[in-house]
């Protein structure tokens, strides 16, 4: 396999280096912690086609592992933004806790792109968003969002460093 | 431990058939398509990460799966036998992605 067919991770230590205000990572902290409680949904409703021959049992235990599995991340995460160090030091994360990481930022930023950011258009979330036109429950968890994005993306920068490059 | 967690084992396909045994059996399995849809949610980044993770495809093929996402919203990322399309869009779904499984015509 040549080095480009696979992510060759720089190092064994991944590092969580954002910086930002500790209000803002409480303000994380709850909201993580209420997406973790929440009922598990997958992000898309048709798993497979309904003509397979699937029965009750199998779509239960497909769901069962997507929920287990998301459940996993979602514990690392929460305890990733209750760590007091979280936004005013670098934390080193192995590149397997890295890929949870990442996996829980997406159910969450999901989780509030269906819900407080719901009215929101795509070109808001990703461009120019009048701010003080908006709740202070949209402000909030589009700070969340962006704020999860950029922890999204720096980790995989740090995990695939080729895409940089490329 | 349910079967999604491990990767689809492959049989050989067995070169003789017992002759008592008169059951039809198919030259080919239907093949099926794994296919990626768009969202607004999960970043260019990841995706292609996601795909080098899953796939162990290049950069650059994992950057072209991508690109046809966002573009046309949907992308084949996959096709073969059915046991490994689910265990690929098992493990796409981990990451959260839109994912379905089509049959390939």
């Known amino acids: 396999m040549s080095e480009d067919l696979a992510p060759s991770f720089a190092g064994d230590t991944v590092l969580v280096r954002l910086r930002f205000s500790p209000v803002l990572r409480e303000l994380l902290a709850s909201i993580v912690h209420r997406v973790h409680a929440a009922p598990f949904t997958l992000p898309n409703a048709p798993v497979v086609d309904a003509s397979a021959e699937q029965d009750a049992d199998w779509h239960t235990a497909w769901r069962d592992s997507l929920r287990e599995r998301s459940d996993l991340d979602t514990t690392a995460l929460d305890a990733l933004v209750g760590d007091a160090r979280f936004g005013v030091a670098n934390l080193p994360l192995t590149p397997v806790a890295a890929e949870a990481i990442m996996r829980a930022c997406a159910r969450v930023r999901l989780h509030l792109r269906d819900t407080i950011l719901r009215d929101l258009r795509s070109e808001e979330v990703y461009g120019t968003l009048d701010i003080y036109r908006r709740t202070v429950a949209e402000q909030q968890g589009y700070a969340c969002y962006r704020l999860l994005a950029m922890l999204e993306e720096d980790l995989v920068y740090q995990l695939d460093p080729g895409l940089l490059r490329s | ?105």
């Open chain 2, 1 to 105: 431990m349910s079967a999604f967690t491990h990767p689809p084992q492959f049989a050989a396909t067995p070169s003789v058939v017992p002759d008592t045994d008169t059951r039809t059996i198919p030259a080919h399995d239907p093949m099926w398509n794994v296919v990626v849809l768009n969202d607004d949610v999960n970043l260019m980044s990841s995706v292609v990460h996601i795909f080098r993770q899953v796939f162990g495809y290049s950069t650059e093929r994992a950057r072209r799966h991508m690109l046809e996402v966002h573009q046309l919203g949907r992308s084949i990322v996959w096709t073969g036998g059915r046991e490994a399309a689910e265990h690929y869009v098992h493990l796409l779904q981990q990451w959260h992605l839109r994912v379905q499984l089509e049959a390939h015509v």
